[in-house]
Nanobody, 126 residues
């Protein structure tokens, strides 16, 4: 059974940093793709970043490039999203998502992912 457990959200001032964690387990392939998505109030959910366990390839949305870094610790089955230089527009519920294998399509497309965590709130104040 696939399990995704997010942690690390919170309230931070603009310019600050947070690190989100996604403890991911239960994949039959052993090489899942893990992504982070976010949904702000009144907006559609959007892809933020993802990483492939297969080849380490990563994806970043244009809005977070240079500020966010995704990484994985395979020994801990955990994927991290380091978020620096946070802006008020980064405020959203952040979700960890997973596909049990390598995504051949669009890494930022939520339809490519089969499993979702419960979400963690990130609030960036002015």
């Amino acid at each position: 059974e696939v399990q995704l457990v997010e942690s690390g959200g919170g309230l931070v001032q603009a310019g600050g940093s947070l690190r989100l964690s996604c403890a991911a387990s239960g994949f039959s392939s052993g090489e899942p793709t893990i992504g982070w998505f976010r949904q702000a109030p009144g907006k559609e959910r959007e892809g933020v970043s993802c990483i492939s366990s297969s080849d380490g390839s990563t994806y970043y949305a244009h809005s977070v490039k240079g500020r966010f870094t995704i990484s994985s610790d395979n020994a801990k089955n955990t994927v991290y999203l380091q978020m620096n230089s946070l802006k008020p527009e980064d405020t959203a519920v952040y979700y960890c998502a997973a596909y049990d294998g390598y995504i051949m399509g669009d890494f930022g497309d939520e339809d490519e992912y089969d499993f979702w965590g419960q979400g963690t709130q990130v609030t960036v104040s002015e």
